[in-house]
Every structure is written in C-alpha cells, then in structure tokens.
C-alpha cells in the first residue's frame, strides 16, 4: 500500500514508457483534459503536419510584408531626396526634361507632385502642350478630390494656352458641377471664354447666362454686355 501524502491522499504515480498499457504522450494529455476538449485534441494530433506547414507559411508572409514595406519606404525616401535634389539643381529646359523622365518612374507618393512640377515647369519654358499633359496626369492620379480638380483646371488653362479651346471646353465641362461653388465662377467663365474661341457661340452665351444670374453689380454688368456681344455676333 502505498504511503498517504501529508495531505492523506497517495501520491501520483507516473506509468513507466515501457509498460504495457502505458498511455504515453498523448494519452497522459487526454487523461488531464476534459472531456469536451479531447475531439480538438484528437485533431491536433492527427494533423500535426499540416499545422506545423500552415504556421510556418504565415511566418513567411509575415516576414516577407515586413521586408516589402522596408523596401517601399526606402525606395520612397531615395526617390524624394532625389526629387529635392533635381528641384534644387535643375533650371529651364533642363528641369522639364530631368522631371519627365523622374516622373515616368517615381513611386506613387511622389509622382504626384513630380508630376506638378512638370506642368509649372512646361508652363515656364512656355510649352503649353506639355504642360497641359502633365496636370492631366494629376488631374487622373488625383480624380474627385479637391487637388485633381485645381489640376483640371490647370490642365484647361494650358489647353487654351496651347490654342486649342476645343479640348480645353471638353475638360471644364466635365468640372462644371462637380467643383465647389467657389471655384464654379472660374470654371463657367473659362466655359465662355473657351466655347467663344472655338466657335462654339451658343455654349458661350450659355456659361454667361449661368454667370448672369448669381452676379451682381460690375460683374452683372460684364456678363450682359458679354452676351450681347455674342449675340450682335450670331445675328451677324
């Protein structure tokens, strides 16, 4: 008989490996788990291979995330310095060229603004056209948000720059009702200056009449002889 512990209840007793019967590993395990918890376990041993595989797979993906995010940071901070770098050095023609082939290749969190200092910079060298494409790019990068429709804008100024007041009227329309109401007076003017110079008179006495009606005083009075201009013109 075995001798009582102090607490008058015999020690345990673990069964030796060897012993015929003997429940090993996982029967020591189910002897101390309940009863609810045995399925699960059951489980875990019968595909032990598998889990071992699948954790190890989502060791890799998380290592391999975190080596992608270091990559992109470090590629984003040598693109901006190289950015400030160009910005800094570069004058004239010189600074659209360096800024259009930085731009064909700059990550995404700096092509935006690569792209905005190529249309400025198009504009100081007064190439209109190519400025034109370049806030065009902005304007698509940036699309329904208050930057990509000053970039319309920008890109609609260049259009006419350039002499072509069809294209520009093509790309105010599409803003017309999509701005602020702040920005919607410049657009509906540009809308009548475009439309005139494109032969477009209709459309042009239309933006003035839109005009017309939420102005007042000097403004009120530039509108009306716009239109009547325009008109004079039609019955011409």
Known sequence: MPKPSPQGLPPLKRPAANTPGAPG??????????????????????????????LGLLVAAVVGVGAWQWHTSKRVEEAQTHFARLLFQQRGAARVSALEGFAATAPGAVRLAALTELGLAALAEKDAAQAAVAFARVAALDKDKPFGAFAALSEAQSLMQAEKPAEALTVLEALENTVPEYIRVQVRGLIALSAWQAGKTDRAIKAYEDLLAGALGDDADYYRFCIQQLKAHVEK
């Open 25 to 54: 590993v996982l029967g020591e395990l189910q002897s101390e788990v309940s009863t609810e918890a045995a399925p699960l376990l059951q489980f875990i041993a019968n595909n032990v291979a598998v889990i071992v595989v699948v």
